[in-house]
């Protein structure tokens, strides 16, 4: 109980901190110490992540719910693909189309999630900060589901396994989690990404539901 109220204190102290240094930019060293900051709240809140069943619940939808819209997503971006296609060649255009790119990030509109128990002005401003890709760089430039794209072409065919980065049914992305709580969750790649390779901790995206998605037709420049 005392290492659980610790935690929440130093996690109150370093999320002070970082939003004193996101409002004065003038500060010296300030975008090292934010780095820094948010590394450190991250860790602090995954270490109060503990195997309930309530956390259970919470991680089986996220997983879900994020595996359903990937699979929607997918299949969007190969029928957009296919329809760009016929388009380009019954107009008899010379664009060398090179496909389709999908990116899902967190939120609707990218919104902090209603859903979210920490409600706040501070929470948001936390949110936004974690949006920034000065301090998210990997999350902004590539969303949530950083292996995976969209689609470009017949290469690009995927099964619903292939598309979750998962070896079979029974795989599991728990590095980091209680592995014998969340073995039969079977949480995808893109689970992991976000919880190994942003700067998200596991509270601030366990509770979203809805997700913004942008597509984006590529072309061959050289054309």
Same mark, same amino acid.
């Given at each position: 109980?005392?290492?659980? #109220? *610790? &935690? $929440? !204190?130093?996690?109150? %102290?370093?999320?002070?901190?970082?939003?004193?240094? /996101?409002? =004065?930019?003038?500060?010296?060293?300030?975008?090292?110490?934010?780095?820094?900051?948010?590394?450190?709240?991250?860790?602090?809140?995954?270490?109060?992540?503990?195997?309930?069943?309530?956390?259970?619940?919470?991680?089986?939808?996220?997983? #879900? *719910? &994020? $595996? !359903?819209?990937?699979? %929607?997503?997918?299949?969007?971006?190969?029928?957009? /693909?296919? =329809?760009?296609?016929?388009?380009?060649?019954?107009?008899?255009?010379?664009?060398?189309?090179?496909?389709?790119?999908?990116?899902?990030?967190?939120?609707?509109?990218?919104?902090?999630?209603?859903?979210?128990?920490?409600?706040?002005?501070?929470?948001?401003?936390?949110?936004?900060?974690?949006?920034?890709?000065?301090?998210?760089?990997?999350?902004?430039?590539?969303?949530?589901?950083?292996?995976?794209?969209?689609?470009?072409?017949?290469?690009?065919?995927?099964?619903?396994?292939?598309?979750?980065?998962?070896?079979?049914?029974?795989?599991?992305?728990?590095?980091?989690?209680?592995?014998?709580?969340?073995?039969?969750?079977?949480?995808?790649?893109?689970?992991?990404?976000?919880?190994?390779?942003?700067?998200?901790?596991?509270?601030?995206?366990?509770?979203?539901?809805?997700?913004?998605?942008?597509?984006?037709?590529?072309?061959?420049?050289?054309?």
């Amino acid at each position: 109980m005392k290492i659980k #109220e *610790t &935690l $929440k !204190e130093r996690i109150n %102290k370093t999320e002070s901190s970082l939003l004193t240094y /996101y409002e =004065n930019p003038q500060l010296k060293a300030r975008d090292e110490k934010m780095v820094t900051l948010i590394f450190n709240r991250r860790m602090h809140l995954n270490q109060l992540f503990k195997p309930t069943d309530e956390n259970y619940q919470l991680l089986k939808e996220f997983n #879900e *719910t &994020l $595996k !359903e819209v990937v699979i %929607k997503k997918y299949q969007q971006s190969r029928e957009l /693909y296919y =329809n760009t296609k016929k388009m380009l060649a019954d107009s008899g255009s010379s664009l060398l189309f090179e496909g389709v790119e999908c990116k899902i990030f967190l939120g609707k509109d990218r919104q902090y999630s209603k859903s979210n128990p920490f409600q706040g002005e501070d929470s948001e401003m936390i949110w936004e900060i974690l949006n920034d890709e000065s301090y998210n760089d990997i999350y902004c430039k590539y969303g949530c589901c950083m292996s995976f794209d969209g689609y470009h072409g017949e290469e690009d065919n995927k099964t619903e396994m292939e598309l979750m980065g998962m070896q079979d049914a029974d795989d599991c992305w728990n590095e980091g989690l209680y592995r014998e709580w969340s073995h039969d969750l079977h949480l995808h790649q893109h689970f992991h990404n976000l919880y190994d390779h942003t700067s998200f901790s596991i509270f601030d995206f366990i509770y979203v539901r809805d997700f913004y998605t942008k597509f984006e037709l590529k072309f061959n420049q050289n054309t």
